[in-house]
T-cell receptor, first 113, second 112 residues
């Protein structure tokens, strides 16, 4: 299947700082990518849809000013957690795909102290 | 409101036997369903999918069954192998959106 990478795989930051997570499609072009977060022992919850060349669309309850998404090219989407707080600590996963089948990145573990 | 549910948080099966993972959904407008396998601290890996116009799809050891009237799908793994031990998520989507609604996951443990 297609390959999606994420960087970094793990990040620890201080409260109040911003953290950028990159999501790349390595062998296909993705006009749309998705960002999810997963809390321990819970399901993956869709946060937002990243659209190449246009604004991201956010799910209900997700603060767009806190979770900035930039989809600057057909192979790269970035998620920036601004002014991170401990409650933002989570596992963030992106996906991109071909039609219905999505390929997921390996995830980024964020810990905010 | 959990639109996709997996009511069994965990399942243990003996190696070589059949594993059956279940998933229920509430929205009849979902028209495509997928199963993903996930290890801790990794992204989900695609296993198998099924369109709402079908009631069965098979790929090797994996078979997915869809019962639209009951709004229920299941994943059968046979024979189960220790390497199948992971968390399994079902996901549902609306045609053309590709936005996944994930179930809550079932942790499968295959005992050697």
């Amino acid at each position: 299947g297609a390959v999606v990478s994420q960087h970094p795989s793990r990040v620890i930051c201080k409260s109040g700082t911003s953290v950028k997570i990159e999501c790349r499609s390595l062998d296909f072009q993705a006009t749309t990518m998705f960002w999810y977060r997963q809390f321990p022992k819970q399901s993956l919850m869709l946060m937002a849809t990243s659209n190449e060349g246009s604004k991201a669309t956010y799910e209900q309850g997700v603060e767009k000013d806190k979770f900035l998404i930039n989809h600057a090219s057909l192979t790269l989407s970035t998620l920036t957690v601004t002014s991170a707080h401990p409650e933002d600590s989570s596992f963030y996963i992106c996906s991109g795909g071909v039609q219905e089948t999505q390929y997921f990145g390996p995830g980024t573990r964020l810990l905010v102290l | 409101d959990q639109q996709v549910k997996q009511n069994s948080p965990s399942l243990s099966v003996q190696e070589g036997r059949i594993s059956i993972l279940n998933c229920d959904y509430t929205n009849s407008m979902f028209d495509y369903f997928l199963w993903y396998k996930k290890y801790p601290a990794e992204g989900p890996t695609f296993l198998i999918s099924i369109s709402s116009i079908k009631d069965k799809n098979e790929d090797g050891r994996f078979t997915v069954f869809l019962n639209k009237s009951a709004k229920h799908l299941s994943l059968h793994i046979v024979p189960s192998q220790p390497g199948d031990s992971a968390v399994y998520f079902c996901a549902a989507i609306f045609s053309g959106t590709y936005k996944y609604i994930f179930g809550t996951g079932t942790r499968l443990k295959v005992l050697a």
